[in-house]
């Protein structure tokens, strides 16, 4: 194996200073393919889906859960699939385990949901043997197949306007890799991280960086930032938007 050269601590700097010049400007192209993301069209969703979930059936505005956004994951675990039933898509299964707390995204008035094939009783003991939590439905129409995953897998998303519903992005293959944090999530979708700093279309929700953080378990509506977090989190908005501004 041919190893990169040993280097002095000074030449080590060196080196990691001229690379995060690189990194910073993949970061703020990121951070503007958002915002691109963020503009794109809408799609309307004209049909009734049904789904089966673990209280019976489900149509998909019933899958925001009360929330304007949603995410929904189309796994790969149905007959056919190596070690079914006791076994989903490798693929699959690792991008489940790197989901995280889904108590952050609905802090962002967004929901993910993961769903398959797969019948209601071989999902909750796949789950519970796999230590997964997120919300999983079963397909039981065209849904998949209308939305680019009628195998394999994919990650669509929506947005609801009281009973309307439109798709508004879609990505699969080595796009699904990046899923699970909780910042690639929000960032697929059309509200996005919904952060004072990001560039969003006129009106949309912003709310100060960092104040809306919180221990997975302590999410409550309209709950007061913790004061001595709130000298923090200005602090931390005004060189985030320091930083943003150098370009």
């Given amino acids: ?34 915002a691109e993301r963020r503009r794109m069209p809408w799609l309307a969703v004209e049909k009734d889906y049904v789904f089966e979930g673990p209280n019976g059936p489900a149509s998909l505005v019933d899958l925001f859960d009360g929330r304007r956004q949603l995410i929904v994951y189309r796994a790969f675990f149905e007959p056919g699939v190596l070690g079914w039933p006791e076994r989903a898509c490798r693929g699959c299964s690792l991008v489940a385990d790197q989901v995280a707390h889904v108590a952050h995204l609905n802090a962002r008035d967004t929901t993910l949901v993961f769903v398959s094939r797969a019948p209601q009783a071989d999902i909750a003991a796949l789950k ?7 919300p999983w439905f079963t397909i039981t129409d065209s849904f998949d197949a209308d939305v680019g ?12 306007d009281g009973e309307r519903v439109f798709r508004t992005y879609f990505v699969n293959n080595r796009g699904d890799e990046q899923m699970g944090n909780t910042w690639n999530y929000l960032d697929i979708t059309p509200l996005g991280r919904q952060e004072l700093w990001e560039d969003s279309p006129g009106g949309y929700p912003q709310t100060p960086t960092y104040k809306w953080w ?21 602090a931390g908005e005004a060189a985030f938007r320091k930083e943003s501004a150098k370009a």
């Fill in 149 to 160: 995953v009628a195998e394999w897998h994919g990650t669509n998303v929506f947005y609801r």
């Fill in 214 to 234: 919180n221990w997975h378990d302590a999410y409550e509506p309209q709950a007061a930032p913790d004061p001595a977090w709130v000298a923090v989190s200005d």
């Fill in 128 to 134: 519970a043997r796999m230590g997964w939590t997120m």
């Fill in 1 to 34: 194996m041919n190893t990169p050269p040993i280097v002095s601590p000074e030449a080590w700097e060196a080196a990691r200073a001229q690379l995060l010049v690189k990194e910073k400007a993949m970061t703020r192209a990121r951070d503007a393919l958002a």
